[in-house]
């Protein structure tokens, strides 16, 4: 079914400038389109949630926040099949159809919000599906993993997570401006607003995207990346840097009217996932300079700073201290999403070289990981608004949970050290080095 190029080698420089460059940027194009729209639609709830009381629907501060943090967990366990689904079905295929999927999650919400009297239970259902959005990065990630040659790969892959990502932006800026009317919010206008884009998304995929014939593979070739300790330790990473995106995203704007009421201006949270996204490139380009490892422990020096700007805005109800420190924590997590996925196509085709394997089996073994360690690291969009919510339960506060935050990225600092940065192992493995790890 469908389109299939047999022949891509993108390292070679005469196949490269001959075509592959282009047919690379095109994918990659449409790539970030459908998963722009996933994104959006992943933390359409974050925004809708805030206005849920005022439209009439009387839940509690712990219910709200279970339905900004459910779809995240939903997302992450559909990261792992929408990244197998790649290499069955072809990154063209599975584009158009988990673009397709996105119509779910819109039909529900509207009907949801739209119905007096609708159950939780029903709410809860309905923002479960929206999860569907957040398998779109998995396989938009590993797809593109394979059109761009090695020098190029970074940037490549910043530039489609980071569209991707700005879709958390847009759709907090987007949502107040179509729901607000001069009495109660009109909610449905915001599942409405996604659906020409997304049928939109879909004939482009299907029109204009191409398989590779390269990204086919056995789920057994898949699993042996699970065999790699490398795999469980960029995962474990990809939770403080992706996880404390996603989580923040989700959770700022119930954050934001919890904690300072008295703010008005609706769109203060969408600045953080701007900034984040922009930022993400950022860190994929100096990986590809100075090292995705050194980025990366730089990342979560300055993550635990911004966790203690945010602590001392909370202490002087300060309201510029507490956004600008969550703006601090969104640029660096955006850098170590970049830094944290230039990092595995490096670790894994230096394994598979020492391993006496092929280069195409370490970028397959690569493309699997990256699906997982973006599965595993989307835990922490649920992790962090249930941390948030039962902190605020039992202190009525949210500086428990931000001391534990600053506990995890002096973690995640320390293991990133431990693994990719000490002496002993840049003697024993210079090629880990040189691969700017």
């Given amino acids: 079914m469908g389109r299939w190029i047999t022949q891509w080698t993108p390292e070679d420089p005469e196949f490269w400038a001959a075509g592959g460059q282009r047919v690379a940027r095109r994918n990659l194009v449409f790539s970030i389109l459908a998963e722009h729209l996933g994104f959006s639609i992943w933390l359409l709830w974050s925004v809708v949630t805030v206005s849920l009381p005022a439209a009439g629907f009387k839940f509690t501060v712990d219910q709200l926040f279970w339905l900004v943090a459910l779809p995240n967990l939903v997302g992450a366990f559909m990261r792992l099949p929408y990244t197998a689904a790649v290499a069955r079905f072809g990154g063209r295929n599975w584009t158009t159809v988990s673009a397709a999927l996105l119509l779910i999650p819109l039909g529900l919400m509207a009907y949801c919000v739209s119905t007096p009297g609708t159950p939780y239970g029903m709410f809860l259902f309905a923002a479960a599906t929206a999860g569907l ?37 847009v759709v907090q800026f987007a949502v107040p401006a179509v729901i607000v009317t001069a009495a109660a919010p009109h909610l449905v206008n915001a599942p409405l607003l996604w659906l020409l884009p997304v049928l939109v998304a879909v004939a482009c995929a299907w029109a204009f995207m191409d398989n590779l014939t390269v990204a086919r593979a056995k789920m057994s070739e898949q699993l042996t990346a699970l065999k790699s300790r490398h795999t469980w330790v960029m995962s474990f990473l990809y939770i403080g840097t992706f996880g404390s995106f996603i989580g923040y995203s989700a959770a700022l704007p119930l954050l934001i009217k919890g904690q300072f009421a008295e703010v008005a201006w609706p769109y203060w949270a969408a600045l953080g996932p701007l900034v984040g996204s922009v930022s993400r490139p950022v860190g994929g380009w100096l ?118 935050f600053l506990a995890s990225y002096a973690v995640c600092g320390v293991v990133t050290w431990w693994c990719y940065l000490r002496k002993m192992l840049v003697a024993r493995v210079p090629n880990l080095a040189h691969a700017r790890v």
């Fill in 287 to 404: 990986s590809d300079r100075i090292g995705g490892a050194r980025v990366t422990l730089g990342v979560f020096g300055l993550m635990g700073l911004g966790v203690v700007g945010v602590l001392s805005g909370l202490s002087g109800h300060n309201f510029g201290l507490f956004l600008g420190s969550f703006g601090v924590l969104f640029v660096t997590s955006g850098i170590g999403n970049g830094s944290t996925y230039r990092m595995i196509p490096a670790i894994f085709r230096t394994e598979a070289a020492e391993a006496g394997r092929t280069e195409l089996e370490g970028k397959r073994t690569a493309a699997a990981v990256i699906g997982l360690a973006s599965a595993i690291g989307a835990l922490g969009g649920f992790l962090i608004p249930r941390g948030f919510a039962i902190s605020i339960t039992n202190t009525g506060s949210i500086r428990t949970a931000l001391y534990v």
């Fill in 133 to 169: 959005g957040g398998g779109n990065f998995a396989s938009s990630m590993a797809n593109i993993s394979y059109f761009y040659p090695e020098a190029r790969k970074g940037f490549a892959l910043g530039l489609n997570a980071a569209g991707g990502n700005i879709g958390v932006a």
